[in-house]
T-cell receptor, first 110, second 114 residues
């Protein structure tokens, strides 16, 4: 089946540092979504991308939909302790199903 | 977006029993989905809950094990039947909003089977 390769698997950073994570696939996606999941909660939608090449920001978060439609990245600038959580990318495939990456676990040291 | 609630939020069940999880949305939605998230893992789609017809199951998931109901456009249930410890997971419902594929998730139901 389709797979999304998300990296890195985990990150340990200092407060104030910038963070970058990405997802790649062998398949084309029509939509890329980025979610954050905190312990005991469901995933929360952070950013949605709909067009190849699109660059979208949400506060300190910036995400891009790759030109080939097979990849996306998420950047977090000036990280703070509340950024801690697991970040998932998800691609909407041709059949309308969401395929999720394996997640990037972010830890921020104050 | 949509406000989604799930009941129960967590449960501990004995093997061989069944648990029904409820998902309620604050507005009418066409698309509702059920996912499983095993410990430390990503989300895997179990099925699409179709209003007025049988759910559409993904490969590896069957109706006898995970029967789903969708009586209206704001409510769905997922039953985990004849449970074993391998069914210990977080079960999440989500709704599709708009035409571009965005999905919003409920808080999840944390199931432990002993």
């Amino acid at each position: 089946g389709q797979q999304l390769n998300q990296s890195p698997q985990s990150m340990f950073i200092q407060e104030g540092e910038d963070v970058s994570m990405n997802c790649t696939s062998s398949s084309i996606f029509n939509t890329w979504l980025w979610y954050k999941q905190e312990p005991g909660e469901g995933p929360v939608l952070l950013i949605a991308l709909y067009k190849a090449g699109e660059l979208t920001s949400n506060g300190r978060l910036t995400a891009q939909f790759g030109i080939t439609r097979k990849d996306s990245f998420l950047n977090i600038s000036a990280s703070i302790p509340s950024d801690v959580g697991i970040y998932f990318c998800a691609g909407l495939d041709q059949g309308g199903k969401l395929i999720f990456g394996q997640g990037t676990e972010l830890s921020v040291k104050p | 977006s949509a406000v989604i609630s799930q009941k129960p939020s967590r449960d501990i069940c004995q093997r061989g029993t069944s648990l029904t999880i409820q998902c309620q949305v604050d507005s009418q939605v066409t698309m509702m989905f059920w996912y499983r998230q095993q410990p430390g893992q990503s989300l895997t789609l179990i099925a699409t809950a179709n209003q007025g017809s049988e759910a559409t199951y993904e490969s590896g998931f069957v109706i006898d094990k995970f029967p789903i109901s969708r009586p209206n456009l704001t409510f769905s249930t997922l039953t985990v039947s004849n449970m074993s410890p391998e069914d210990s997971s977080i079960y999440l419902c989500s709704v599709g909003v708009g035409m571009l594929g965005e999905q919003y998730f409920g808080p999840g139901t944390r199931l432990t089977v002993t």
